[in-house]
């Protein structure tokens, strides 16, 4: 399918070494911080958790691989969506693992 480009903000606020309260983030709007959902990452680096909006269901799976890089899963469902969506995060300069994929 097509390749759509955005962009969209977050702010990390760790509660612990292992978990943190992740916040919709607009710079410059420091009054704009909504709560979107925890991460708590188990002792395999895994962690799972769900958004509500409206109604919508946003559920999430989210693997740390090394210190540098984590991937994140999201199932969307709703009355007008049904859809997944696949991330990968690396630190720059960090060396992509042997699996993955060029491009």
């Known amino acids: 399918g097509p390749r759509l480009g955005f962009t969209r903000s977050y702010l990390y606020c760790f509660t612990s070494?292992?978990?943190a309260d992740v916040f919709f983030y607009k710079p410059g709007l420091s009054?704009?911080?909504k709560f979107f959902h925890t991460i708590s990452?188990?002792?395999a680096g895994a962690s799972a958790a769900e958004h509500l909006c409206v109604d919508d269901l946003y559920s999430v799976d989210l693997q740390f691989d090394r210190d540098d890089a984590f991937r994140m899963h999201w199932r969307v469902v709703g009355p007008a969506k049904d859809y997944h969506i696949f991330s990968r995060y690396e630190k720059e300069g960090a060396a992509a693992p042997a699996?993955?994929?060029p491009g």
């Open 17 to 19: 070494d292992r978990s």
């Open 31 to 33: 009054d704009h911080l």
């Open 41 to 43: 990452l188990d002792a």
């Open 99 to 101: 699996d993955a994929a």
